[in-house]
């Protein structure tokens, strides 16, 4: 059975500071990978995905993730942070072709002016 | 396209009521998902819909939890007999089904179920 790991519970960071929000997968096959964002009050939002290809993924936002099979990690980058980024974030695996997700316990980052 | 929507937004409800929650996922998104999330965790998948038929259902969904999709179009989430441990924010989701955005699902703004 496929499961996720969020490292962190929280990270507070200082605006324009780098961030990286980490993940861990267990998994038996192949997956594919997801970074969702929960802003207050709103649904969860797809920032980026890994399919297939390259392990260097770009999503929305000025966020990117990389994949690392050995590892079994898919962490997550932002060079420099907004007040805006302030969200909650969730990692995700699939591995049926049907899609159904499995999500990591949400790690919350905070962005200090 | 509006994007996924889901009524009530809000439900308070006392202990052994029933109640029932609808999703309209976005047009011609042949798939649906319904997920439950409780405080500080993530999502947690409850059922799966391709068009009408019901092909997956979590070991979290007890006899007291029921879906439907008729006609392939919206879903509605029933809980018999409400219990406290029921209270959670049901979300759902939907996809096209078809090549790589199959694998992106669109999540509407939740239910929040309370109940007291």
């Known amino acids: 059975a496929q499961s996720v790991t969020q490292l962190d519970s929280q990270v507070p960071v200082f605006e324009e500071a780098p961030v990286e929000l980490r993940c861990n997968y267990s998994s038996s096959v192949s997956v594919y990978l997801f970074w969702y964002v929960q802003y207050p009050n709103q649904g969860l939002q797809l920032l980026l995905k890994?399919?297939?290809?390259?392990?260097l993924v770009k999503g929305i936002n000025g966020f990117e993730a990389e994949f690392n099979k050995s590892q079994t990690s898919f962490h997550l980058r932002k060079p420099s942070v907004h007040i805006s980024d302030t969200a909650e974030y969730f990692c995700a695996v699939s591995e049926t072709s049907y899609g159904k997700l499995t999500f990591g316990q949400g790690t919350i980052l905070t962005v200090h002016p | 396209d509006t994007g996924v929507s889901q009524n009530p937004r809000h439900k308070i409800t006392k202990r052994g009521q029933n109640v029932t929650f609808r999703c309209d996922p976005i047009s011609e998104h042949n798939r649906l998902y319904w997920y439950r999330q409780t405080l500080g965790q993530g999502p947690e998948f409850l059922t799966y819909f391709q068009n009408e038929a019901q092909l997956e259902k979590s070991r979290l969904l007890s006899d007291r939890f029921s879906a439907e999709r008729p006609k392939g179009s919206f879903s509605t989430l029933e809980i018999q007999r409400t219990e406290q441990g029921d209270s959670a924010m049901y979300l759902c989701?939907?996809?096209?089904?078809?090549?790589?955005?199959?694998?992106?699902?669109?999540f509407g703004p939740g239910t929040r179920l309370t109940v007291t």
């Open positions: 989701a939907s996809s096209s089904g078809f090549g790589r955005e199959a694998y992106e699902q669109y």
């Open positions: 890994y399919l297939s290809g390259s392990t």
